[in-house]
């Protein structure tokens, strides 16, 4: 949660609201059930949403980031889901680059 606040801070307040309220352009975090999976969101991020203006994480956040930014998500804004550790990103990017 520490490590993962800074960065959603970073990159992601801009269109997700610092509150995590969500805005014209990114959705809401605050009491979100599609953060309930931990694949969906760590494939959210790494991906992105180039067509509706969120950047891929993939290349420029390392597993770490990615689980902290994650767990972040999924820990505050009215969530209570559970953390995402870096072998949960290490499974699903790997499930990613594999046709």
Same mark, same amino acid.
């Given at each position: ?8 801070g ?25 953060? /309930?999976?931990k694949?969906?969101?760590?494939? %959210? ?22 689980? /902290?930014?994650?767990?972040?998500? %999924?820990?505050a ?13 290490? %499974?699903? %990017? ?6």
């Amino acid at each position: 949660m520490e490590e993962g606040g800074p960065l959603f801070g970073s990159d992601c307040a801009a269109c997700h609201a610092p509150e995590g309220g969500g805005d014209a352009i990114g959705p809401a975090m605050t009491n979100n059930a599609s953060l /309930a999976s931990k694949d969906h969101v760590i494939t %959210r991020i790494l991906e992105g949403m180039p067509a509706k203006g969120m950047p891929p994480f993939a290349q420029s956040y390392s597993d770490r980031k990615i689980a /902290a930014v994650a767990t972040f998500i %999924r820990g505050a804004f009215e969530n209570a889901y559970s953390p995402i550790v870096e072998e949960d990103v290490k %499974r699903v %990017r790997e499930t990613i680059k594999k046709p």
